[in-house]
Nanobody, 127 residues
Framework: QVQLVESGGGSVQAGDSLRLSCTASGPTFRSYAVGWFRQAPGKEREFLAS???????????DYADSVKGRFTISRDNAKNTVSLQMNSLKPEDTAVYYCAARQGLGAASVSRRFDVWGQGTQVTVSF
């Protein structure tokens, strides 16, 4: 099955931007979905955004209300990557960020459930 690797995390100051990337490897499927989550110490894992597609057609994008307008999810078919552009970062955005995927028939139907996860990348936002 697919394997996911996150990159792009780091330490920034409030108001800065970061772009996280999730690179997928393994079998290719026509229907696919990738989501971004984060987890801060002592808190539940939180859904941020997802994108789903079949072939070249994007089925939907989905954003949590907490990041709508600040974060943008996108995919690059040629590079097999899904990115999360994060603008106007706040200290409360500090967390480990994970990408996750589902694939195959039905994967492009709206859902916030995923079954394959990356290792996570740390994002730290200072005052």
């Amino acid at each position: 099955q697919v394997q996911l690797v996150e990159s792009g995390g780091g330490s920034v100051q409030a108001g800065d931007s970061l772009r996280l990337s999730c690179t997928a490897s393994g079998p290719t499927f026509r229907s696919y979905a990738v989501g971004w989550f984060r987890q801060a110490p002592g808190k539940e894992r939180e859904f941020l955004a997802s994108i789903a597609w079949t072939g070249v057609v994007t089925a939907y994008t989905d954003y949590a209300d907490s990041v709508k307008g600040r974060f943008t999810i996108s995919r690059d078919n040629a590079k097999n990557t899904v990115s999360l552009q994060m603008n106007s970062l706040k200290p409360e955005d500090t967390a480990v960020y994970y990408c996750a995927a589902r694939q195959g028939l039905g994967a492009a139907s709206v859902s916030r459930r995923f079954d394959v996860w990356g290792q996570g990348t740390q994002v730290t936002v200072s005052f």
